[in-house]
């Protein structure tokens, strides 16, 4: 007779071998040792977790014009989202372009379609006009490294013009090299090394000025939604925190264990692949310990608890019956709630056909007030704490994104294996097997290729937001131009590029240049100037 | 071995999102199925129609994760000075595009689409025989393709 622990191996989505069932043999020793909020926090950044405080409900939002994004916003906090994060018009944010680029008029219809036009320190004044950013907790957009100095200094512009100390302020920046280095690169960008300089100047600021603010929060989510394994997606996050924490102990102006805790928040993807995904949030809080510890002796317990925002897989959102999408986001989620997450976003249901509409944003907010009021899952910290399974699958998601950590190492590092295509060769690759997998059938997707009949055809419009985004953002863009304080201007955009050439801290200077009212496309001009332009790696 | 050289397809991107994924899973099984595929990147709809004249493509592909209007005004630029080129459109299409695609003439490929589909579609455009494997082809990791193609740098 055959145990049936002997039976052939199924995969997780990373490719790690599943027995049918697991025992005390399988799990290392060590590893359930400990409680949460004690190293290596394993089990839980706190001690109390979700008793002491629930994750928080943390949805991405954001289209057409700065009155529509604010309205968007205070929607969502009227319906119970307990922080806020800002989408920002792609064709000009993530690029630094003003409406009136050639780029963009070339596609003025699409402007504001998937974020806000936010120019200028006033688009950002509309925005916040009417909430309560002294209290609620903001992550102003900026997911693109170029353009969050300008995102920040705005909202921080803001605060100050309200009498709300910086210091006080409560927050996340993100300016990920995930997003446009790896997952959705843009026409035009910095350098990763000048965008690797824009970041360190953030975290020095941060840290001597904000003591409650995160000043950057790597998204792993950007490499996983773009095909990173969850083991690649620590690896290379943890590679990622390795260039700022060397890079700010090359600086030598901060504490090392002060400026760990600046980037111990991080972001992680969450998918349908429940298990892993819950192994990966545990391993990641453990290899942050150990990583902090072995290689900056940091020890630290603010330092080295890793504190996580969850975000569900887009791209495993169906665009066919979009209704069940509503149940793979509350699986995606309940990997996060199970893992361990400090917040939280849940995909529309609509994800694969548009922005959220509001319905669809109502949905994930109350999907998440269901797992927090109706489902017990606050009550117990780490739950699955001593599963043999849980536990043995952590040490294998540990071990293998130590290994992949040292590949990105032996390549000279995260930056360089953006700048090599390295690591999109690796995505690529995993995305067509995936892919592969779908055509073939050997992966099953409900509603695509299988189980694609519909009783009842449920068709989603397509939210499409506001169609004047760009002509509203040209009138207010010339107006800006010629109301605002030449010499004022002038002399802050000046000092912004004097800073860029010098390698003085950008922060200040540039919350001077938005003061004085610089565009988005302005900002946009010095940094090529200083910087120049990346050159992707890769070929389609 | 082929009797014809392989047709060639123009893959643009209308937009300045840079959403990859899409675009590249296509390009991969159109060059898999034996298309010579050119990437132009993001591009402007007027750039779009005269590299489809410039290098000469039977097909044009685009990608786009804007709105359909964008997509649309390339298709009208490419039918008064490239009447002769096909054009097939993928990306995020809410339903409400994919009747305007239909009632154009263009078919549209939504997320989900299959990938066999979108070369079928390929092949009939452009009235490519299905191509049979090569020795090379067989036992080639999928993702590993684009190595053997002559590189296009991406904009």
């Known amino acids: ?540 | 071995m082929n009797r014809h050289p392989p047709k060639r397809v123009l893959i643009a991107k209308t937009g300045l999102d840079g959403h990859w994924r899409g675009v590249s899973a296509v390009a991969h099984a159109l060059r898999d199925a034996g298309f010579e595929v050119i990437f132009a990147g993001m591009a402007r709809p007027e750039q779009i129609v005269a590299m489809a004249l410039q290098e000469d493509v039977d097909l044009v592909g685009l990608n786009i994760g804007g709105r359909i209007e964008v997509a649309l005004r390339t298709i009208s630029g490419l039918r008064d000075e490239a009447p002769d080129i096909p054009v097939f459109v993928g990306g995020t299409l809410p339903p409400a595009s994919m009747r305007q695609l239909a009632g154009i003439g263009v078919q549209g490929f939504p997320p989900g689409s299959s990938l066999s589909a979108i070369v079928d579609a390929a092949r009939r455009l452009t009235g490519a025989e299905p191509s049979r494997p090569t020795p090379q082809d067989l036992g080639t990791p999928r993702g590993s393709s684009y190595e053997h193609h002559q590189p296009v740098p991406y904009q």
């Not at chain 1, 990583?291 to 969850?310: F, K, P, T, W």
């Not at chain 1, 899952?377 to 043999?388: E, M, N």
Request: glycine letters at 10%; one cysteine or more.
């Open chain 1, 1 to 540: 007779m055959t145990s049936p622990r002997n039976e052939p191996s199924v995969l997780t989505s990373s490719g790690i071998p599943l027995k049918v069932v697991y025992g005390r043999d399988d799990v290392p020793a060590g590893l359930t040792s400990g409680w949460p909020g004690q190293r290596p926090f394993t089990r839980g950044a706190h001690a109390q977790m979700y008793r002491s405080k629930p994750w928080r409900i943390f949805q991405l939002s954001g289209f057409g014009n700065p009155e529509d994004e604010g309205a968007r916003i205070r929607f969502l906090l009227e319906h119970g989202e307990t922080g806020f994060i800002m989408e920002h018009d792609r064709n000009t944010a993530d690029h630094l372009y003003d409406l009136d680029h050639p780029d963009v008029v070339a596609r003025h219809e699409d402007v504001g379609m998937v974020g806000a036009v936010i120019q200028s320190l006033e688009d950002y004044e509309t925005v916040l006009d009417g909430i309560d950013i002294a209290s609620v907790y903001a992550h102003p957009g900026g997911g693109v490294v170029q353009h969050a100095p300008f995102t920040l200094a705005c909202y921080w512009s803001v605060a100050h013009r309200r009498g709300i100390p910086l210091a006080s302020l409560t927050g996340t920046s993100q300016a990920d090299f995930f997003l446009t280095y790896l997952g959705c690169i843009t026409k035009q960008q910095i350098p990763t090394s000048a965008g690797l300089r824009l970041n360190l100047d953030t975290l020095e600021f941060c840290l001597e000025r904000m003591p409650r603010w995160t000043p950057v929060s790597i998204a792993g989510y950007n490499g996983a939604d773009s095909g990173l394994n969850g083991y690649q997606e620590l690896g290379a996050v943890m590679a990622n925190a390795v260039e700022y924490l060397d890079g700010l102990a090359a600086r030598g102006t901060l504490d090392l264990a002060r400026a760990a805790s600046g980037v111990a928040g991080v972001n992680f993807r969450v998918s349908l692949d429940l298990f892993e995904d819950i192994a990966k949030l545990r391993a990641a809080r453990t290899m942050w310990t150990q990583l902090l510890e072995q290689r900056y002796g940091i020890r630290d317990e603010r330092a080295a608890r890793l504190r996580i925002h969850s975000l569900t897989a887009g791209s495993q959102m169906t665009y066919q019956q979009p209704l069940n999408n509503i149940a793979r986001g509350t699986i995606m989620a309940l990997a996060g709630v199970l893992g361990g997450t400090q917040s939280l976003g849940i995909s529309g249901y609509d994800e694969a056909v548009s922005i959220p509409s509001e319905h669809a944003h109502q949905m994930s907010v109350r999907v998440q007030q269901i797992l927090q009021n109706e489902c017990n899952l606050t009550a117990v910290a780490d739950p699955l704490g001593g599963s043999f399974f849980v536990e043995a699958l952590t040490a294998e998601v540990l071990e293998r994104a130590w290994s992949f950590f040292g590949q990105i190492q032996d390549r000279g590092g995260f930056l360089a294996t953006l700048d090599s295509g390295w690591l999109h060769t690796e995505a690529m690759q995993n995305q067509a097997s995936q892919l592969e997998e779908i055509e073939s059938g050997a992966r099953k997707v409900v509603g695509v290729n299988f189980a694609d009949g519909d009783v009842s055809e449920f068709e989603i419009d397509g939210f499409q937001g506001s169609s004047d985004a760009w002509e509203r953002g040209i009138e207010r863009l010339e107006r800006i131009r010629a109301r605002r304080n030449g010499n004022l201007h002038k002399r802050a955009m000046t000092e912004l590029e004097r800073a860029c050439n010098s390698g003085a801290n950008i922060i200040p200077p540039m919350i001077e240049a938005v003061t004085a009212e610089a565009t988005v496309g302005e900002i946009g001009d010095v940094f090529r100037a200083a910087f120049g332009d990346w050159t992707p790696p890769i070929q389609f």
